[in-house]
């Protein structure tokens, strides 16, 4: 069974930190883009971070310079650091992994969720 769980969420005030881990389970995840993304309430999921099988790295606007996204093949693991915080962080971030193959012209899409974990910056 693949699965991903996001663990180190929490409640920081202003300026903390704080790093987030997912772990894959079940397949390896070495082929993978993996992301992070958040959603705070009334508001839709936003992609916060990826990163490429390849270890090409993207990020929003609003993070850059503040979080780093990395991952870790043999553990089959990917982290999100965040420093900096700000209360507009604030929300329920997602791991994601996400795979698209071409076998014989048919094309497969693999993309799979992890439970989320919240993240509080308030003073």
């Known amino acids: 069974q693949v699965q991903l769980v996001e663990s180190g969420g929490g409640s920081v005030q202003p300026g903390g930190s704080l790093r987030l881990s997912c772990a894959a389970s079940?397949?390896?995840?070495?082929?993978?883009?993996m992301g992070w993304y958040r959603q705070a309430p009334a508001t839709q999921r936003e992609l916060v971070a990826s990163?490429?099988?390849?270890?090409?790295?993207n990020y929003v606007d609003s993070v850059k310079g503040r979080f780093t996204i990395a991952r870790d093949r043999a553990k089959n693991t990917v982290d999100l650091q965040m420093s900096s915080l700000k209360p507009e962080d604030t929300a329920v971030y997602y791991c994601n992994a996400v795979r698209v193959t071409t076998v014989h012209g048919a094309r497969f899409e693999y993309d799979y969720w992890g439970q989320g974990t919240q993240v509080t910056v308030s003073s």
């Open positions: 079940g397949t390896s995840f070495s082929p993978y883009a």
């Open positions: 990163i490429t099988s390849g270890g090409s790295t």
